[in-house]
């Protein structure tokens, strides 16, 4: 079983929609989560991060944690076509290593 | 803040060649750095975690002697693709972490390595 997995995907919305990811973990032992924006061509970028649960809001992003189901998702709320990218989802054990996910494409069509 | 730099970003050469990879936090010091590839459509693989003035742990499958990492200070790693052969042809990446912002991992922006 993957440490991280994430809902497949593709997920395509109209602009101004709420993008929703979904991220499951199979090691209770995990503490921090991540989301991380990739766009094609380019490395990840850092956009949100999570240590405790419940919900932690950044602009247009919200991150939700719950540890009890194991469970991570981020929305994007007024989705935007720049928001278009694949959002890998990540968190990590107890060794500092991070485990990814296979990532979600997310297309936003204007 | 927390910005990472790769050089080069993008390298061409010929099979049976080394090429060395740098990567620096510019402005944190990086207790740990990591190294991962990336193959089309695919997610990141950890290759190889490095501390600054120790060797670096493999993961499991990744050849230590094909692929060198030194970490020789807090805001400097380096990766060598020894001997390269058109399969190690593959987007390369590091990534620095601060322990005081917990395992935060900051990406630089990778290097694209063609073995022809």
């Known amino acids: 079983q993957k440490e991280v997995e994430q809902n497949s995907g593709p997920l395509s919305v109209p602009e101004g929609a709420i993008a929703s990811l979904n991220c499951t973990y199979s090691?209770?032992?995990?503490?921090?989560f991540f989301w991380y924006r990739q766009y094609s061509g380019k490395s990840p970028e850092l956009i949100m991060s999570?240590?405790?649960?419940g919900d932690k809001e950044d602009g247009r992003f919200t991150a939700q944690l719950n540890k009890a189901s194991q469970y991570v998702s981020l929305l994007i709320r007024d989705s935007q076509p720049s928001d278009s990218a694949t959002y890998l989802c990540?968190?990590?054990?107890?060794?500092?290593?991070?485990?990814f996910g296979a990532g979600t494409t997310v297309t936003v069509r204007a | 803040g927390a910005v990472v730099s790769q050089h080069p970003s993008r390298v061409i050469c010929k099979s049976g060649t080394s090429v060395k990879i740098e990567c620096r936090s510019l402005?944190?010091?990086?207790?740990?750095m990591f190294w991962y590839r990336q193959f089309p459509k695919k997610s990141l693989m950890l290759m190889a975690t490095?501390?600054?003035?120790?060797?670096?742990?493999?993961e499991q499958g990744v050849e230590k002697d094909k692929f060198l990492i030194n970490h020789a200070s807090l805001t400097l790693s380096t990766l060598t693709v020894t001997s390269a052969h058109p399969e190690d042809s593959s987007f390369y990446i590091c990534?620095?972490?601060?322990?005081?912002?917990?395992?935060?991992?900051?990406f630089g922006p990778g290097t694209r390595l063609t073995v022809t």
């Open positions: 990534s620095a972490s601060r322990a005081l912002r917990g395992y935060e991992q900051y």
């Open positions: 090691d209770r032992g995990s503490q921090s």
């Open positions: 999570i240590y405790s649960n």
């Open positions: 990540a968190g990590s054990l107890n060794d500092y290593k991070l485990s």
């Open positions: 402005d944190f010091q990086a207790t740990t």
């Open positions: 490095s501390n600054e003035g120790s060797k670096a742990t493999y």
